[in-house]
């Protein structure tokens, strides 16, 4: 089900209309949206960042949450950053305690908070690739296995991706004589790793995880502290991470918490990582979402670009469906250029620019 704009916003008045002001009515119907769950639909270039921010700005200047009642996820410091010093400079607050910023980030900080409950130790070190790959590498040393046939970076890989999965050894039935080895280095990793105190990204949400699932008290306080949850870049969430969300939410029916997810499904490219752009639909048949609101004004590209990204998208299976416009006219007809290889295409490119420079463009 998808909303009129015009059915969803009130008149804006006193201080917010100046917050709201420059947005457009598919904005504004995001960022004012009432309490509950909501999918924003935001396609390329459509001012997304924009529109969470100022919804963040927009429940706190008219009162409906506290700043310790909010939490911003997103998938890079840069994005975090970004979101941290547009609020700023919105209103006269301090956002340096708020919970703005990315998955890991957010888990980092929860554990610190929880270390005991979390079994790890206070001053825990948290593993950077490098060093996970350096430690998978010693265990394999270790348990005698032919690293030609145990390759440690796929093994490395197949660790991460146990644990996006929300896998723990015990979770997992190999399926070949492979699967089987690189199991019992899973294993061995998980023994270092407690015995040195330490954990890796990935860790850290399923550490996360598994406390929210396992401690009803902490549970709890975290579902009656977060009024107002905000996910940006959803279609890039993986299976754990949807888990993760659901823990700090609850059923909204039962703890009244808003959740408002802003993504794109036709911007999905992460499944190699494990994204799982099908979290889309399911978060509007689980969450019960009572509208999608959809962000289709683009202020980036102009018409021609547009309508042929339109054509080329509408051919994807299982969209939820939109189609970018934008108000900037035309512009200049596409140009259709096949290059022999990615760095050939990239030569183009660059000789473009730089024959437009030449011109004065």
């Known amino acids: 089900m998808n909303f009129s704009p015009d059915a969803l916003f009130p008149e804006p008045s006193g201080a917010s209309s100046a917050l709201l002001k420059g947005l457009n009515p598919e904005q ?12 924003i639909l935001a396609g390329a270039g459509s001012g997304k960042t924009r529109v969470l921010t100022t919804r963040i700005a927009w429940l706190l200047q008219t009162g409906q949450v506290s700043p310790a009642g909010v939490m911003a996820v997103t998938f890079t410091n840069k994005a975090a950053k970004e979101m941290l010093t547009r609020l700023s400079a919105m209103l006269p607050i301090n956002t340096r305690g708020m919970w703005i910023g990315t998955f890991h980030g957010l888990c980092n900080r929860f554990l610190r908070a929880h270390y005991k409950v979390a079994g790890l130790p206070q001053a825990f070190q948290i593993l950077d690739t490098q060093d996970q790959l350096s430690a998978v590498k010693r265990i394999i040393k ?14 490395t890989w197949f660790i991460a991706n146990a644990k996006d999965g929300g896998l723990r050894p015990r979770d997992i039935v190999p399926r070949d004589e492979l699967g089987r080895l690189q199991l019992s280095v899973y294993e061995a990793y998980e023994d270092q790793c407690t015995r ?3 954990v890796d990204f990935a860790e850290l949400m399923l550490r996360t ?3 929210m699932r396992d401690n009803a008290e902490l549970r709890a306080h975290y579902q009656r502290r977060f ?10 969430t993986n299976k754990l991470q949807y888990a993760w969300l659901k823990m700090f939410s609850g059923r909204p029916e039962e703890t009244g918490t808003s959740v ?3 993504g794109d499904d036709d911007q999905s490219i992460y499944a190699f990582r494990g994204a799982q752009v099908g979290n889309m639909a399911d ?9 999608v609101i959809k962000l289709e004004q683009n202020y980036r590209s102009f018409g021609h670009i547009l309508d042929s990204a339109n054509t080329l998208i509408a051919n994807n299976s299982r969209r939820l469906g939109k189609t970018l416009r934008t108000d900037a006219g035309a512009g200049e007809p596409l140009r259709i250029y096949e290059a022999s290889s990615d760095y050939a295409e990239a030569q183009w490119l660059v000789d473009e620019a730089r024959q437009m420079h030449r011109e004065g463009q």
């Open 283 to 291: 978060f509007e048949r689980e969450y019960k979402v009572p509208g």
């Open 227 to 236: 009024r107002h949850i905000l996910v940006d870049e959803f279609q890039d």
């Open 196 to 198: 040195e105190g330490v």
């Open 28 to 39: 504004l119907a995001a960022v004012t949206a009432p309490p509950g769950p909501w999918l």
């Open 142 to 155: 270790g348990l005698k296995y032919d690293e030609e046939k145990v390759i440690p970076k796929q093994t």
């Open 260 to 262: 408002l997810a802003v």
């Open 209 to 211: 995880y598994e406390l």
